[in-house]
């Protein structure tokens, strides 16, 4: 297969994946597979995704007993291609215009990325410096979002996410900053407090594997891209992103 759309939902995000898929259908008819990780859905949400052309439904494999805590679930699909090139969308993002440029960049660059308008050192526990050895060159790089992820299925990127996913394998997904407490709770109540402004997850691993793996890396506009304001700051944007202010 040579694309696929990727994204995953729970039932608490059911309405905005709709939202996601009618405006992938709409602003972008030609659309390759759309694939839907299940985290938690109802059957009957299942069953009506299940009717609607062009839409897969994936059971999300319990890799771990943490699966659903603080995201990790988002590095398994990551790791684990569908098609030679892969676009990932959270359920809360909306598609705006055809996607061809970014699968024509996937192609090209082997993946695609986001600005997010966030300095690194924001979201990198101090302990998670030394641990990857991240000196202090590395403080004001920009952060890219997990949410809007492209990925090219080659061995070298393949390696790289591999390796995020066996980070978080490891339970470093898991955690809160300390003026965030407040989030930690439910099904991601855990003990590991990151010594950081905001500690992101799954979105601090990539951010570090990516960094730590890719030299100069690529990455694109957000106000085209990503902007949680439509038509506003670019006349041309691809997708409205509900969630990418993470300041």
């Not at 039932?11 to 659309?31: A, Q, V």
């Not at 059971?59 to 699909?77: A, D, E, L, Q, V």
Request: hydrophobic share 40%; proline share 4%.
């Amino acid at each position: 297969m040579d694309k696929a759309i990727i994204t995953s939902c729970s039932t608490k995000y059911f309405i905005r994946l709709i939202n996601l898929l009618g405006s992938i259908k709409i602003n972008h008819p030609s659309h390759p597979k759309i694939y839907v990780y299940d985290l938690g859905l109802l059957p009957a949400f299942r069953k009506e995704l299940e009717k609607i052309d062009s839409v897969e439904v994936l059971k999300m494999p319990h890799f771990c007993n943490f699966w659903r805590s603080c995201f990790p679930w988002k590095t398994y699909i990551f790791a684990h291609p569908i098609a030679k090139l892969n676009f990932y969308l959270d359920a809360g993002c909306q598609v705006l215009r055809p996607l061809d440029e970014i699968f024509g960049a996937i192609d090209e660059d082997d993946y695609f990325t986001v600005d997010q308008g966030v300095e690194l050192k924001n979201i990198i526990p101090k302990e998670y410096k030394d641990l990857f050895e991240l000196d202090d060159s590395y403080d004001a790089l920009n952060t890219v979002t997990a949410g809007i992820f492209g990925f090219k299925n080659i061995p070298y990127i393949n390696t790289i996410l591999g390796k995020l996913h066996n980070w978080a394998l490891a339970g470093l997904c898991l955690g809160f900053s300390p003026k965030e407490q407040w989030r930690n709770k439910g099904k991601n109540k855990n003990v590991f407090i990151r010594n950081c402004k905001m500690f992101r997850h799954d979105l601090t691993l990539l951010n570090i594997v990516l960094r730590k793996n890719i030299q100069n890396l690529k990455i694109h506009d957000f106000k085209k891209h990503g902007s949680d304001l439509s038509l506003y700051e670019h006349p041309h944007q691809l997708i409205l992103n509900f969630h990418l202010n993470n300041s």
